[in-house]
């Protein structure tokens, strides 16, 4: 079945530097497109970043360009979301997701905390 499972959110200090993963299985990674979201409590799940399933194409929120880089390793079934320069309204418990045909499927998130 399909598995996705984000790892690498944590505390840290405003200005800091994260990379969370995103590790899926159950499906041909190499085939499909990958999402990062976001979401804090109250608030309705947020699009932070996407990647093609060649990596030919990204796109980005606009709060997050020029901070955040969003790759992938295909090879590792991996995306990947490098996030610089945190900003304390980036608190928030980060998923991924992918769209297999006509459903969706998400992680179980990672919690990212920006806190002096």
């Known amino acids: 079945q399909v598995q996705l499972v984000e790892s690498g959110g944590g505390l840290v200090q405003p200005g800091g530097s994260l990379r969370l993963s995103c590790a899926a299985s159950g499906f041909t990674f190499n085939n499909y497109a990958m999402s990062w979201y976001r979401q804090v409590p109250g608030k309705e799940r947020e699009l932070v970043a996407s990647?093609?399933?060649?990596?030919?194409?990204?796109s980005y929120a606009d709060s997050v360009k020029g901070r955040f880089t969003i790759s992938r390793d295909n090879g590792k079934n991996t995306a990947y979301l490098q996030m610089n320069s945190l900003k304390l309204e980036d608190t928030a418990v980060y998923y991924c997701k992918v769209v297999l045909r006509y459903d969706s499927y998400w992680g179980q998130g990672t919690q990212v905390t920006v806190s002096s």
């Open positions: 990647i093609s399933s060649n990596s030919v194409r990204t």
